[in-house]
């Protein structure tokens, strides 16, 4: 029986370097293709090229590429956001649409943030929830899926957009960053404190696009997510008791506003309320391994030596 093989497209971040383990130890052969990798197949994300040759026979096709959102919402970087997703994810189909052998799967990046602020009570978005309008964040994942549902693939391809919540690792991503602050004090309920989080730990990301890969039945918007998101008060006070800082700084928005400034970042990362529930990925049979945050975070915290070397140095957990 012939290697399976995934085409990793944007596979050297912190989820791609995750997927691509996952799968050889399954078994497939994996490619990656980016515009900076060492030992990547190269593209510049807009024009064809050699590297589409990769995608020939491809049994899976995954695209994470694009810009990073952590940064001021000028108008340049606007465009190069917005860009960065819908051009790689146009010229991906123009790929795929003149391949002999096109992929059989193709699971392209989409986020949660393209569903409306949820506030108060109100229940959780799943697939259909969308909506017109909004703000920057919604925009963006909205002309994502565009982009992708107008690619000419051949019908023999099965497509997914990922709308993934925030991705918990020990490694990468934006945990290790949360539990330094949180180290430092900054464990508190961040501005109000009320908005939803949604997030899915790293081992259950790479598990979902595992099941995804062979769920024939499946296609079109999949929310990857763990089906219980929590206050962003709630996981903070989580962390506290994980990491038990010495002193707690409150985080009132106008402090969160003059430090996003400084680190020309947006506090729309983490003022938006994110509510979204994974329905059509239970629906179709998935099994989480960490549906509880406090589980996830605790996981975390205990299996990485790095970050618990790193963590120990500035908080009580190490003396325990």
């Not at 179709?284 to 205990?302: I, K, W």
Request: hydrophobic share 40%; glycine share 8%; net charge neutral.
């Amino acid at each position: 029986m012939p290697q399976p093989k995934l085409v990793l497209i944007g596979g050297n971040g912190f989820l791609g370097r995750h997927l691509a383990a996952h799968f050889r130890e399954l078994g497939y052969q994996t490619v990656s293709i980016s515009r900076t990798g060492p030992n990547d197949v190269r593209w510049d994300a807009r024009t064809l090229g050699p590297w589409a040759q990769e995608l020939e026979g491809a049994d899976l096709l995954v695209n994470l590429a694009g810009r990073s959102v952590d940064c001021r919402y000028s108008e340049a970087n606007r465009r190069a956001i917005l860009a960065s997703r819908t051009d790689s994810t146009h010229i991906l189909g123009a790929a795929v649409a003149a391949c002999i052998r096109p992929p059989r799967v193709w699971l392209n990046s989409s986020t949660a943030t393209i569903y409306p602020d949820t506030r108060n009570d109100a229940p959780a978005n799943v697939e259909a929830n969308l909506t017109p309008g909004g703000p920057f964040s919604e925009e963006v994942g909205r002309a994502w899926e565009a982009a992708f549902w107008a690619s000419p693939v051949p019908a023999t391809t099965r497509r997914v957009a990922l709308r993934t919540a925030i991705v918990l690792g020990a490694d990468g991503g934006a945990f290790p960053v949360m539990a330094r602050l949180a180290c430092f004090g900054l464990c508190t309920p961040q501005g109000s404190g009320q908005q939803w989080v949604s997030w899915l730990h790293i081992r259950d990301f790479c598990r979902a696009v595992e099941f995804l890969t062979h769920a024939d039945h499946l296609s079109g918007p999949v929310n990857l997510c763990a089906p219980h998101p929590l206050r962003n008060w709630e996981f903070n006070a989580l962390m506290a008791r994980e990491l038990r800082p010495l002193l707690r700084l409150p985080q009132p928005r106008w402090l969160l506003e003059i430090g996003a400034f400084v680190l020309r970042t947006e506090t729309e990362l983490i003022l938006k309320s994110r509510k979204v529930y994974p329905a059509r990925l239970l629906a179709a049979g998935f099994q989480f391994e960490y549906e509880n945050c406090e589980v996830a975070v605790g996981d975390l915290l205990q299996t990485s030596d790095t970050t618990s070397m790193s963590l120990g140095t500035l908080s009580s957990r190490g003396h325990d």
